[in-house]
Structure formats: structure tokens, C-alpha cells
């Protein structure tokens, strides 16, 4: 029933921009938040940056501080997360995925067992 779909994801030269969506459907978003992930050939999963509306507060990796912004959730269950000045060390598949309340979520955002459901990814290529 609960489902979320990543979309905006491709191929992009060095220094490039591109956005990607995150639609949730089956559940609101009222009291939950949304992270976004990723995960490059041969590495873990890692944690990019996460959004609590009733919080209203982000976060972001050291890695992508300055570069990524995330914005949302709409009233259309809707998570953004615009990429800037992308990479070739970028290069991975994304992954939203969607956490229930959690009073201490800026001490557990990175940790993607607290994540109760997960969109099925999208490829980000960043590429010359």
C-alpha cells in the first residue's frame, strides 16, 4: 500500500545539475520524514540527506553540504532533492525511503534501519 517512486535521475556531465523527486503515496506525511541514500558500485549504502517536516529541520552529508538541497514534503507527498555541481563521485543509485516519527531523528537520520520503507531506486550517472 505505501509506495515511493523516485524520478529525475540520468545522466549528466561534471558540474551539472539534476533533480530528483520522490513521490510517496498510501500514507501521510504528517509526522514522518524522508531520507535520501545512495549507493555506488562496491561501497555501502549511504546516507545523503533527510527531511522532517514536522521538525522542520534538514540534513546533509559533509559530502554534498553546499551542493544538494533537499525541500518538501508538499502537499502533493512530494521530496526534492536538487543536485548541483554533481560529480563523477556521484555516481550511484538513489534511494528515498521513509522513516516514522522519531523524537531524536538528528541523532539517528544516517541510520537506514530506522527507514520503514524504500522507494526502488534511480541511477544518477555523472560523466564526461
Known amino acids: 500500500q505505501v509506495q515511493l517512486v523516485e524520478s529525475g535521475g540520468g545522466l549528466v556531465q561534471p558540474g551539472g545539475s539534476l533533480r530528483l523527486s520522490c513521490v510517496v503515496s498510501?500514507?501521510?506525511?504528517?509526522?514522518?520524514?524522508i531520507g535520501w541514500f545512495r549507493q555506488a558500485p562496491g561501497k555501502e549504502r549511504e546516507a545523503v540527506s533527510a527531511?522532517?517536516?514536522?521538525?522542520?529541520?534538514?540534513y546533509y552529508a559533509d559530502s554534498v553540504k553546499g551542493r544538494f538541497t533537499i525541500s518538501g514534503v508538499n502537499l502533493k507527498n512530494t521530496v526534492y532533492l536538487q543536485m548541483d555541481n554533481l560529480k563523477p563521485e556521484n555516481t550511484a543509485v538513489y534511494y528515498c525511503?521513509?522513516?516514522?516519527?522519531?523524537?531524536?531523528?538528528?541523532?539517528?537520520?544516517?541510520?537506514?534501519?530506522?527507514?520503514?520503507?524504500w522507494g526502488q531506486g534511480n541511477q544518477v550517472t555523472v560523466s564526461s
Open positions: 525511503a521513509m522513516a516514522p516519527r522519531i523524537a531524536t531523528f538528528e541523532a539517528y537520520w544516517t541510520d537506514s534501519s530506522r527507514y520503514s520503507y
Open positions: 498510501g500514507v501521510t506525511m504528517s509526522s514522518r520524514a
Open positions: 527531511i522532517s517536516r514536522s521538525a522542520g529541520s534538514t
